[in-house]
């Protein structure tokens, strides 16, 4: 009986490990791992070499049959999510085929592309020089938006014990709790 149980709850636990919506090529990083600063120091003996690598967008680019999109890099974690609290890594441009609509891929969302190191591109960042690995797209997750912030319970720094507290007043959030600090300095009365 328990190893029928043990063997169901495994089943459900493999099941709920395959239903992730991000795409297996990009949730499994290629076997060397490259930095761009290695790209653009030797540009040459990286060529045709698969990387995996994801940032936020700058800008985007329609071509006639392809998109250039400038990303600024930034590490990736174990599903291959950018983290932008970390020190950025970084920019590079990724060639997607076909259309991708601006207002979609617009600046400040997370991407992450996988393909092959094609070339490095000399562009211009206000006035200086930066060398661009440019990576042709085989495949590119654009991350969902992070949910917007409308009440003060949906704040990351409002949870469960301000939520009900008796000392709360919405005027002067986190500021009139006697038992709790105030998660971002002191006090204000």
């Known amino acids: 009986m328990y190893r029928l149980l043990f063997i ?5 636990v493999l099941l709920g490990a395959c239903t992730s919506k991000v795409p297996y090529a990009i949730r499994t990083a290629p076997q060397n791992e ?8 030797s540009p040459k003996a990286y060529l045709d070499t698969q990387v995996r690598w994801g940032g936020d967008i700058i800008s985007v680019n329609n071509k006639s049959n392809e998109t250039w999109i400038e990303v600024l890099a930034y590490p990736l ?10 020190v ?3 920019r590079f441009l990724a060639r997607v085929d076909g259309f991708l609509d601006p207002a979609i891929y617009a ?14 591109i000399v562009r211009l960042i206000d006035e200086h020089p930066y060398r661009f690995p440019l990576v042709q797209a085989r495949t590119h997750y654009l991350w969902p938006k992070p949910p917007e912030v409308t009440e003060p319970w949906d704040d990351p720094w409002y949870r469960y ?3 009900y507290d008796p000392f709360y007043d919405s005027r002067f959030p986190y500021y009139w709790d006697p038992y709790f600090p105030h ?6 009365h």
């Open 77 to 86: 974690d174990y599903e291959g999510e950018p983290d932008p609290k970390a």
């Open 183 to 188: 998660p971002r300095g002191r006090h204000r």
């Open 34 to 41: 490259l930095s761009i600063s290695s790209v653009q120091a």
């Open 8 to 12: 169901l709850s495994l089943a459900a």
């Open 161 to 163: 014990p301000y939520r």
């Open 88 to 90: 950025s890594k970084g």
């Open 107 to 120: 600046p400040a969302r997370k991407i992450t592309v996988r393909g092959r190191l094609e070339n490095t």
